[in-house]
C-alpha cells in the first residue's frame, strides 16, 4: 500500500523559513515523480513543484520559483520542500503527492504551514 | 498559465437529484500526441484530495459509477447522476497538459 507522510510544517514569522518532509514507503520510490502541492483555504489547491525519480530535474510555479527547493533523497525514500522568504500568502496546507497525469494518483495527509508574525 | 474557470463555485444540490460541474481552459488542453490532460478531484472536509477523473474521461479506482467526466479541447463536465450525502465538498478541475499544471477555482457542493 503506498503511504505518504508529511511532517515539518507549523508557525513560521514572515521572512522565514520551512523544511517539509514526505516519508514513502509501499512503492519503489525512486522509480517516481514526486510533486508538492498545497491548499489554501479561500485560495484553492495550487501546485508548487516536481521533481524527477532521479533528482536531475525541478519544476516549480513561478510565484515559487527562487523561495522554494524540491528535493529527494531516493536512499531514505524521502521528499523535501525547502521554503525560504516566506509570506503570508504561502499559508496553506502543504502535500506530497505521486502523481501520475495517466496513472495512480497517491496523496499524504498533509502538514500545515501558517506564515504569521 | 492556463486559466480554468469552473461554474458554479457554489452547488447546492438535494440528496438524489443530478448535478454538473463545468470546466473550461483558457486554452486547448489537446497535447502534441492527442492527449487531453484534464483531472477533477474531489476535496472532503478534513480529508486529502481524491483524484476522480484523469484524461477527461477514466475513473480513477472506487470511484462510484454515479460520477462521470466529459469534455474535450477546452469545455468539460463533472457530473453526477444522483447526489448523495458523502459527495458534500470541494471540487477542483486541473489541467496537466501545459506547466505549470492549474487548478480551477473550486466548486463547493453542500446538501440543501
Known amino acids: 500500500e503506498v503511504q505518504l507522510v508529511e511532517s515539518g510544517g507549523g508557525l513560521v514569522q514572515p521572512g522565514g523559513s520551512l523544511r517539509l518532509s514526505c516519508a514513502a514507503s509501499g512503492f519503489i520510490f525512486s522509480s517516481f515523480w514526486m510533486s508538492w502541492v498545497r491548499h489554501a483555504p479561500g485560495r484553492g489547491l495550487e501546485w508548487v513543484a516536481n521533481?524527477?525519480?532521479?533528482?536531475?530535474?525541478?519544476q516549480y510555479v513561478d510565484s515559487m520559483k527562487g523561495r522554494f527547493t524540491i528535493s529527494r533523497d531516493n536512499t531514505k525514500n524521502s521528499l523535501y520542500l525547502q521554503m525560504n522568504s516566506l509570506r503570508a500568502e504561502d499559508t496553506a496546507v502543504y502535500y506530497c503527492a505521486r502523481f501520475s497525469r495517466s496513472g495512480g494518483s497517491y496523496w499524504g495527509q498533509g502538514t500545515l504551514v501558517t506564515v504569521s508574525s | 498559465d492556463v486559466v480554468m474557470t469552473q461554474s458554479p463555485l457554489s452547488l447546492p444540490v438535494t440528496p438524489g437529484q443530478p448535478a454538473s460541474i463545468s470546466c473550461r481552459s483558457s486554452q486547448s488542453l489537446v497535447d502534441r500526441d492527442g492527449n487531453t490532460f484534464l483531472h477533477w478531484f474531489q476535496l472532503r472536509p478534513g480529508q486529502s484530495p481524491r483524484r476522480l477523473f484523469y484524461k477527461v474521461s477514466n475513473r480513477d479506482p472506487g470511484v462510484p459509477d454515479r460520477f462521470s467526466g466529459s469534455g474535450s479541447g477546452t469545455d468539460f463536465t463533472l457530473k453526477l447522476s444522483r447526489v448523495e450525502a458523502e459527495d458534500v465538498g470541494l471540487y477542483y478541475c486541473m489541467q496537466g497538459t501545459h506547466w505549470p499544471w492549474t487548478f480551477g477555482q473550486g466548486t463547493k457542493v453542500e446538501i440543501k
Open positions: 521533481i524527477r525519480p532521479d533528482g536531475s530535474e525541478e
